[in-house]
């Protein structure tokens, strides 16, 4: 059997045609995605493909063109906060599809959306931007692996060397998070990536990530990482001084509580693309999950809330949203206010 080869075509025995994408591990176990499928609005589309001649490796691939980066409209102006949420949308459209064809992208970072519609001269509503992502190069399977770019690396890969989609969600959320960030601090970088400052190997520049993620989330508290050889704690880091961090550089709190959500150090925690686009962040009706992250935020503030939170038998979402509602006033419980929660909870 041939060598196969990046980029290569591959005809299936149901007749549909392959591009072979990448290695998984073994010269012949390769992920590929099907060749016709341009259904990929917010995936930047492979023209043509050039075939290698004899003795070269790889293939030339025509790409779509774009006017430009995620990454280099950032240096051009601060972004508006309906540009980030259309960029966002977008992001995530493109993230969905990646996802629901059983695959990671991996290499989320600015430098790998395109991005269209972008006025480097006048702010906007947004509603001319399109990004796609772009540099299909790494898209694997699930896989134990570290792949992922520093910056954007998620918990569980630095500590389990779990790469799965959740990952993909952990970097949106550092994207979102750097366009917010640089409304007021222009001239600076974004959360984990303000840790580099230049110098130094890259295993000091993992290791700094390490330490900044397990303390800023408290991480040895967490069931789910409860094996794992982490960080020593640093006594003088607060857990979740990050997120006021974010507060102090101009983040409102519903992007603080979007984000907070978005990148739940338990993956398992983590919401999804479709779950992400339909969020009131966003612009939607928000969803169960999302309700339930905002009243687990609720009774940390206000730990007389736990103890009835722990009786109440969610079964709808409106009366979930009568319980929020009647949890966001917990001056309620002290004057024994609970008529909602007898007629809502068990």
Known sequence: MPSITEGGEYTGESGKVYLAVGPLGQSNVWTAVQKDDHNCRYIRRQLD?????KGQHPPLLVLEITETTLWQARTKRPFTKEEVRSVARSMLKGLKEVHDKGLVYVDIKMQNIMLDGFNTSEQGDGSKIVAKLGDLGI???PIRATTQPVVYRAPEVFFKGELAQAADIWAFGLVVSH???AQRRFSFTGMYDDLHNGSGSMFEREQAMRSAIANDYDISQEEYYKDCALPINNDNHKPGQHWD??????LDEDDVEFLKWVMAVDPRKRPTATAILGSKWLGGEGS?????HKHTERTKK???LR????????QRFHT???WYDYAEKPENYAKGQSGLIHTECQ
Do not use: I, N
């Open 288 to 292: 169960l999950d999302e309700e339930r």
């Open 179 to 181: 366009l917010l960030e």
């Open 302 to 304: 206000h730990p007389k």
């Open 307 to 314: 103890s009835k939170a722990l009786r109440c038998k969610l």
């Open 139 to 141: 898209v694997m399977e």
């Open 320 to 322: 979930d949203q009568v």
């Open 245 to 250: 961090e974010l507060r102090s550089r101009g």
């Open 49 to 53: 493909r050039v075939a290698p001649r």
